[in-house]
Protein backbone atom coordinates (compact mmCIF):
# COMPACT_ATOMS: atom_id res chain seq x y z
CA UNK A 1 0.00 0.00 0.00
CA UNK A 2 1.30 3.54 -1.08
CA UNK A 3 1.79 6.01 2.06
CA UNK A 4 -0.54 9.20 2.19
CA UNK A 5 2.53 11.11 0.77
CA UNK A 6 3.19 9.32 -2.13
CA UNK A 7 -0.40 8.87 -3.22
CA UNK A 8 -0.47 12.84 -2.95
CA UNK A 9 2.56 13.32 -5.53
CA UNK A 10 1.53 10.81 -7.66
CA UNK A 11 -1.97 12.37 -8.14
CA UNK A 12 0.12 16.02 -8.72
CA UNK A 13 2.41 14.03 -11.39
CA UNK A 14 -0.88 12.93 -13.31
CA UNK A 15 -1.96 16.40 -13.20
CA UNK A 16 1.00 17.16 -14.63
CA UNK A 17 1.10 14.55 -17.29
CA UNK A 18 -2.47 15.32 -18.41
CA UNK A 19 -1.51 19.39 -18.32
CA UNK A 20 1.73 17.99 -20.61
CA UNK A 21 -1.09 16.37 -22.84
CA UNK A 22 -3.27 18.93 -23.09
CA UNK A 23 0.29 21.16 -24.17
CA UNK A 24 1.23 19.34 -26.73
CA UNK A 25 -2.35 19.10 -28.02
CA UNK A 26 -2.50 22.74 -28.33
CA UNK A 27 0.95 22.75 -30.18
CA UNK A 28 -0.54 20.39 -32.68
CA UNK A 29 -3.31 22.23 -33.28
CA UNK A 30 -1.21 25.49 -33.79
CA UNK A 31 1.36 23.40 -36.20
CA UNK A 32 -2.22 22.26 -37.91
CA UNK A 33 -3.99 25.63 -38.54
CA UNK A 34 -0.60 26.56 -39.89
CA UNK A 35 0.52 24.48 -43.12
CA UNK A 36 2.75 22.13 -40.96
CA UNK A 37 0.79 18.63 -41.42
CA UNK A 38 3.69 16.48 -39.71
CA UNK A 39 4.51 18.42 -36.99
CA UNK A 40 1.21 18.98 -36.20
CA UNK A 41 0.99 14.84 -36.26
CA UNK A 42 4.40 14.48 -34.26
CA UNK A 43 2.37 16.85 -31.58
CA UNK A 44 -0.57 14.88 -31.49
CA UNK A 45 1.66 11.90 -30.81
CA UNK A 46 3.76 13.10 -27.93
CA UNK A 47 0.10 14.38 -26.56
CA UNK A 48 -0.85 10.72 -26.46
CA UNK A 49 2.25 9.60 -25.07
CA UNK A 50 1.72 12.13 -21.69
CA UNK A 51 -1.94 10.92 -21.44
CA UNK A 52 -0.76 7.10 -21.74
CA UNK A 53 1.99 8.14 -19.06
CA UNK A 54 -1.02 9.53 -16.28
CA UNK A 55 -2.42 6.26 -17.34
CA UNK A 56 0.60 4.23 -16.16
CA UNK A 57 0.68 5.85 -12.71
CA UNK A 58 -3.29 5.74 -12.10
CA UNK A 59 -3.44 2.42 -12.61
CA UNK A 60 0.18 1.92 -11.01
CA UNK A 61 -1.35 3.55 -7.97
CA UNK A 62 -4.68 1.72 -8.27
CA UNK A 63 -3.03 -1.29 -7.99
CA UNK A 64 -1.34 0.02 -4.58
CA UNK A 65 -4.56 0.57 -2.95
CA UNK A 66 -3.89 4.19 -3.06
CA UNK A 67 -7.16 7.00 -4.10
CA UNK A 68 -7.18 8.87 -7.43
CA UNK A 69 -8.81 11.97 -8.14
CA UNK A 70 -8.83 13.69 -11.73
CA UNK A 71 -8.57 17.40 -10.62
CA UNK A 72 -8.83 20.39 -12.40
CA UNK A 73 -6.14 20.47 -15.56
CA UNK A 74 -4.82 24.42 -15.81
CA UNK A 75 -5.15 26.09 -19.25
CA UNK A 76 -2.16 25.72 -21.58
CA UNK A 77 -0.86 28.36 -23.79
CA UNK A 78 -2.42 28.77 -27.56
CA UNK A 79 -0.72 31.10 -28.98
CA UNK A 80 2.84 29.28 -30.47
CA UNK A 81 5.92 31.37 -32.55
CA UNK A 82 8.35 29.70 -35.47
CA UNK A 83 8.79 25.77 -35.28
CA UNK A 84 11.92 26.62 -33.69
CA UNK A 85 10.75 28.31 -30.88
CA UNK A 86 7.80 25.80 -30.38
CA UNK A 87 10.25 23.09 -29.99
CA UNK A 88 12.39 25.06 -27.95
CA UNK A 89 9.79 25.17 -25.75
CA UNK A 90 9.14 21.41 -25.48
CA UNK A 91 13.16 20.92 -24.55
CA UNK A 92 12.94 23.24 -21.86
CA UNK A 93 9.02 21.37 -20.65
CA UNK A 94 10.99 18.37 -20.87
CA UNK A 95 13.87 19.58 -18.73
CA UNK A 96 10.79 20.61 -16.13
CA UNK A 97 9.10 17.30 -16.27
CA UNK A 98 12.29 15.53 -15.67
CA UNK A 99 12.51 17.60 -12.59
CA UNK A 100 9.18 16.81 -11.40
CA UNK A 101 9.71 13.23 -11.89
CA UNK A 102 12.82 13.17 -9.94
CA UNK A 103 11.18 15.18 -7.32
CA UNK A 104 8.74 12.39 -7.28
CA UNK A 105 11.38 9.74 -6.81
CA UNK A 106 12.97 11.74 -3.90
CA UNK A 107 9.44 11.23 -2.53
CA UNK A 108 9.19 7.35 -3.01
CA UNK A 109 13.24 7.24 -1.68
CA UNK A 110 12.00 9.04 1.71
CA UNK A 111 8.92 6.47 1.90
CA UNK A 112 11.15 3.79 1.61
CA UNK A 113 8.92 2.47 -1.30
CA UNK A 114 10.94 0.47 -3.06
CA UNK A 115 8.18 -0.89 -5.92
CA UNK A 116 7.46 2.81 -6.44
CA UNK A 117 11.19 3.55 -6.59
CA UNK A 118 11.38 0.96 -9.71
CA UNK A 119 8.05 2.21 -11.07
CA UNK A 120 9.56 5.82 -11.06
CA UNK A 121 12.58 5.04 -12.39
CA UNK A 122 11.12 4.20 -15.80
CA UNK A 123 10.16 7.21 -16.22
CA UNK A 124 13.42 8.47 -15.33
CA UNK A 125 14.72 6.73 -18.23
CA UNK A 126 12.16 7.97 -20.45
CA UNK A 127 13.11 11.84 -19.38
CA UNK A 128 16.46 11.22 -20.96
CA UNK A 129 14.89 9.69 -24.54
CA UNK A 130 12.45 12.96 -24.49
CA UNK A 131 15.45 15.65 -23.40
CA UNK A 132 17.64 13.84 -26.02
CA UNK A 133 14.42 13.82 -28.95
CA UNK A 134 13.85 17.08 -28.44
CA UNK A 135 17.10 18.76 -28.40
CA UNK A 136 17.63 16.62 -31.52
CA UNK A 137 14.74 18.44 -33.32
CA UNK A 138 15.74 21.94 -32.06
CA UNK A 139 19.61 21.10 -33.08
CA UNK A 140 17.97 20.25 -37.03
CA UNK A 141 16.29 23.24 -36.90
CA UNK A 142 18.87 25.05 -35.85
CA UNK A 143 20.65 23.76 -38.66
CA UNK A 144 18.08 24.69 -40.95
CA UNK A 145 17.81 27.89 -40.00
CA UNK A 146 14.17 28.53 -41.39
CA UNK A 147 15.04 26.95 -44.50
CA UNK A 148 13.68 23.88 -45.55
CA UNK A 149 11.09 23.81 -43.80
CA UNK A 150 9.09 21.19 -45.88
CA UNK A 151 11.38 18.62 -45.40
CA UNK A 152 11.76 18.62 -41.40
CA UNK A 153 7.36 18.52 -41.54
CA UNK A 154 7.85 15.76 -43.76
CA UNK A 155 10.24 14.08 -41.91
CA UNK A 156 8.56 14.43 -37.91
CA UNK A 157 5.32 13.86 -40.00
CA UNK A 158 6.77 9.66 -39.83
CA UNK A 159 6.26 9.84 -36.42
CA UNK A 160 3.81 6.64 -35.55
MG1 LIG B 1 5.38 12.33 -19.57
Not at 103 to 116: F, G, T
Request: charged share 25%; aromatic share 10%; hydrophobic share 40%.
Amino acid sequence: MLSENLVKAFNAQINAEMWSSNLYLSMSVYFAQNGYAGMAKWMRAQSKEELEHAYEMIDFVIKRGGNIEIGQVNVVPSAWGSPLEVFEHVYQHECHVSKLIDDLLDVAIKENDKAAQNFINGFVNEQVEEEDTAQAIVDRLKMLNGHNLVYIDDKLGERK
